[in-house]
């Protein structure tokens, strides 16, 4: 998944949540998730990350330049980012649900 559609996709906080993904230098494969929940104060949010009990933020903005992966941000290692699912549906599906709304 492209950088630019998927922070579009979180920053308007459209079918995002719970996106699951790892990191292609971990061998351990150890799935991160990330999400929206508007219902919230600070809606953004980070699990399974190097904050215990992950984490969570008032914008898109603040979730992506959190350096909580191994002391860097999610946009930093955007390019070894493997999406594995997003709100439990399997990337390529979720892709092509998301084309055609």
């Not at 946009?75 to 980012?81: F, H, I, M, V």
């Not at 709100?87 to 084309?99: A, Y």
Request: net charge negative; with cysteine.
């Amino acid at each position: 998944m492209e950088w630019d559609f998927f922070y579009r996709q979180l920053e308007a906080g459209l079918n995002i949540d719970e996106t699951c993904f790892y990191f292609s230098d971990d061998k351990e494969e150890r799935e991160h998730y990330v999400g929206y929940l508007p219902q919230y104060e600070k809606p953004y949010w980070i699990g399974y990350c190097d904050v215990e009990d992950g984490c969570e933020f008032k914008t898109a903005s603040e979730l992506v330049n959190a350096p909580v992966f191994d002391g860097r941000s999610l946009k930093e290692r955007w390019n070894e980012a493997v999406v594995v699912s997003v709100e439990g549906i399997p990337l390529e599906q979720w892709l092509e649900h998301t084309e055609h709304c």
